[in-house]
């Protein structure tokens, strides 16, 4: 069995068996720590079997992707969520090299040691001090953007709208807005979540309110004089964060492609039909979570095996970021790291650059 089969194999045998591994993983850890039961109670031991299986799951992803770093992006996002919601990290790590070990008992030989060797790659995050990710307060668009943020998590939608509203009524660019305002509101709405500071509802509120604004700047986006090229988007099965590749569809309409945006939750054989009903030269997929990333791959593979290499596809989202090599390994044609970088590349794909 060569590397690429012992790794898919492995990522297989993870998902098949999640459960039972889960399981597994989180008697022997309160085995070896007797503390959690008195800390944590009966509910913290169904949390923390929870938690196994959303380990494993980014686990055999990372691994069928062939990617350490995913699974220790995964580990360092864990530890800041966790934390914050007073699981100190130590608790975290406990858990990660009882992981290892039950991967190495329950898979022996070499899946085992692959699956352990994928771990070992979180556990070193572990070691490495939190940082906050750096805002540019020079920006043009900062003020507008904290003023925007502020008005979203205050509830006031409406705010919000007029603000935007009233900046493109003064000349600011639209694409200055959704890259400089929109994109990075979402980013910090996730990182409020994230360090417990947001809930799920409020983060629902603000990302359905940004989208809404969005469409409300439809009269300007579409005014574009069109190209002739066609551009098809859509989030894989599973993936319900839609609001990147909308940003990314709508960058595409006011460079003139004529887009048609399916959203989240297509059906793979309604899209192969698209793709050929709108004559599309790009398909663009984003995939948010690392254990989407093999939705992605599957849908490239019957891409290819509907349409060859006559529709290039475009993917993105966070994985390809931590990752910039993964799209080649999947099979697509190329990956942007935001909407203005993904309508040049496929302009170059488009154009058989």
Known sequence: MNDQDLHHAVSRTLDARRR?????LTERHYELRPDLARRYGERGRAKCLQDAEYHLSYLADSIAGVSPSLFADYVAWARVMLSTRGIPTEDLAD????LSETLQRELPGDPGRLASEFVEAGLRVLGIEARDEEVCRTD????????YLRALLDGQRHVASQLIRQSVEGGTSIRDIYLQVFQRSQHE???LWQTNQLSVAQEHYCTAATQLIMSQLYPYIFASEKNGRALVATCVSGDLHEIGVRMVSDFFEME???TFYLGANTPK?????????RRADVLAVSATMTFHVRAVTDL???VRAEHGDRVKVLVGGH???IDPDLWRRIGADGSAADALESVALAGRLAGGG
Do not use: H, K
């Open 256 to 258: 003139g492609w004529d």
């Open 189 to 191: 709405i996730g990182r």
């Open 269 to 277: 054989p309604d899209l192969l039909r698209t793709l050929e009903q």
């Open 20 to 24: 039972s591994l889960a399981e597994a």
């Open 140 to 147: 043009p668009l900062f003020e507008l953007g904290q003023r």
């Open 95 to 98: 858990n990660l090299r009882t």
């Open 319 to 321: 994985p390809f970021n």
């Open 300 to 302: 490239i593979d019957a």
